[in-house]
Antibody, heavy 131, light 107 residues
Framework: EVQLVESGGRLVQPGGSLRLSCATS????????MNWVRQAPGKGLEWVST????????YYADSVKGRFTISRDTSRSTLYLQMDSLRGDDTARYFC????????????????????????WGQGTLVTVSS | DIQMTQSPSSLSAFVGDRVTITCRAS??????LNWYQQKPGKAPKLLIY???SLQSGVPSRFSGSGSGTEFTLTISSLQSEDFATYYC?????????FGGGTKVGIK
């Protein structure tokens, strides 16, 4: 059974930093691109970032570019999101999500491995940015 | 960036009704369109990928159609457990934008 468990969310002051983790199990972590998606209280879903299966390619929403860094540790089957220079509008529940299509072999472009959407999600971790 | 526009933003329906939600992309995304269902306090759940392929385990009353810039999600006979918010997302090109969501409520 695929499992994704986020952690690291808490109350942090504006300008502060936080690192979120997403521990995974039940699938071959090194074969799949991974994503962070957030949801502000009472609002819709916002894609934040994607990292390829190798970690060699990363993509960010304009709203977090230059402040957030996505990474992964294959030995720990864990995804991370380093969040710096946090602002009030970063307050949200942060979900990690696994792509459905393996990012292996000939499927090396995000267009290819994004075809199947994100088929597994964690329950999210809440980040609150406030003084 | 590709903008995704869902309509309506909310709707009310009876159990048994046929419900259709529309998602429009600001430029062609061929069939790189996915639909998710989200219930309060829960993570999103993938329903449809590639515009029309039903995710494993999802009831057949859910269906998706469309290509290019216009897509629809149809629930053929609404059940009580289908009351939720539905989101479309394009994965044709980065950033992987979501639509604003459609909340399906009880009439």
């Amino acid at each position: 059974e695929v499992q994704l468990v986020e952690s690291g969310g808490r109350l942090v002051q504006p300008g502060g930093s936080l690192r979120l983790s997403c521990a995974t199990s039940g699938f071959t972590f090194s074969h799949y691109a991974m994503n962070w998606v957030r949801q502000a209280p009472g609002k819709g879903l916002e894609w934040v970032s994607t990292i390829s299966s190798s970690g060699g390619s990363t993509y960010y929403a304009d709203s977090v570019k230059g402040r957030f860094t996505i990474s992964r540790d294959t030995s720990r089957s864990t995804l991370y999101l380093q969040m710096d220079s946090l602002r009030g509008d970063d307050t949200a529940r942060y979900f990690c999500a696994k792509d459905a299509v393996p990012n292996v072999g000939f499927c090396v472009s995000p267009t290819c491995y994004g075809k199947g959407g994100s088929d597994s999600w964690g329950q999210g971790t809440l980040v609150t940015v406030s003084s | 960036d590709i903008q995704m526009t869902q309509s309506p933003s909310s709707l009310s329906a009876f159990v048994g009704d046929r419900v259709t939600i529309t998602c429009r992309a600001s430029q062609s995304i061929t069939t790189f369109l996915n639909w998710y269902q989200q219930k309060p306090g829960k993570a999103p759940k993938l329903l449809i990928y590639g515009a029309s392929s039903l995710q494993s385990g999802v009831p057949s009353r859910f269906s998706g159609s469309g290509s290019g810039t216009e897509f629809t999600l149809t629930i053929s006979s609404l059940q009580s457990e289908d009351f939720a918010t539905y989101y479309c997302q394009q994965t044709y090109i980065m950033p992987r934008t979501f639509g604003g969501g459609t909340k399906v409520g009880i009439k």
